[in-house]
């Protein structure tokens, strides 16, 4: 049974047009992490939230917003998506920060 | 801060061969020590981790990996390598005072070849 659930595993957006992804959870996890991940590269952390307390990665553009509504969701929101935006989009929840990940299956987001 | 380095981004070995993926840490405190496997357009799975108590782990999947404190290092190995492994294989750290989030090495990508 899927854990970590991220919809839609593939979006396609307009430059320029905001798109939301989402990820829910039923591991009632504290934290949930939003990670950027490029074609052959690592994962790059956006930000996290623990519980409700929102922690943002400096490098993080301002384009990107997160929230989340309930400790089950957690929403990513790309206010005016670029073409260097397309990534792999993943989710991950831990119970505590230094406890195992555990991931969504992405959402690969393209931008046209 | 905490860092990890993989060495070689692409591995390819034959089946039934050694699989031997390296990492070494940057910390003067050891880590908390992962490896994740990707598999194409798919998420991250976790093989297997270490945080304490003994050095040799065992995850799923027949990997192993060792932590050598005096090398820096959790190697990832398997005795011999199934078509099926090819994937990106990710080490990860979290450092000991746990008070920051998960970073990834670059990656390595293994090749299997019949």
């Known amino acids: 049974d899927a854990m970590v659930i991220q919809n839609p595993r593939y979006q396609v957006t307009q430059f320029g047009k905001p798109v939301t992804l989402s990820c829910s959870q039923t591991?009632?996890?504290?934290?949930m992490y939003w990670y950027q991940q490029k074609s052959s590269q690592a994962p790059k952390l956006l930000f996290h939230?623990?519980?409700?307390?929102?922690?943002n990665e400096a490098d993080t553009p301002d384009n990107f917003q997160s929230r989340r509504p309930n400790t089950s969701f957690c929403f990513l929101d790309i206010r005016s998506p670029g073409l260097g935006d397309a990534a792999m989009y993943l989710c991950?929840?831990?119970?505590?920060?230094?406890?195992?990940?555990?991931f969504g299956q992405g959402t690969r987001l393209t931008v046209v | 801060a905490q860092s990890v380095t993989q060495l070689g981004s692409h591995v390819s070995v034959s089946e039934g061969a050694l699989v031997l993926l390296r990492c070494n840490y940057s910390?003067?405190?050891?880590?908390?020590l992962f490896w994740y496997v990707q598999y194409p357009n798919q998420g991250l799975q976790l093989l297997l981790k270490y945080t304490t108590g003994a050095t040799l782990v065992k995850g799923i999947n027949g990997f192993e990996a060792e932590f050598k404190k005096s090398e820096t290092s959790f190697h990832l190995t398997k005795p011999s390598a199934h078509m099926s492994d090819a994937a990106e294989y990710f080490c990860a750290v979290i450092p000991n005072s746990g008070n920051a989030p998960l970073v990834f090495g670059k990656g390595t990508r293994l090749s299997v070849i019949a």
């Open positions: 591991l009632n996890h504290n934290v």
């Open positions: 991950a929840t831990t119970y505590s920060l230094n406890t195992e990940a555990f």
């Open positions: 939230y623990y519980d409700k307390d929102f922690n």
């Open positions: 910390s003067s405190v050891p880590p908390y």
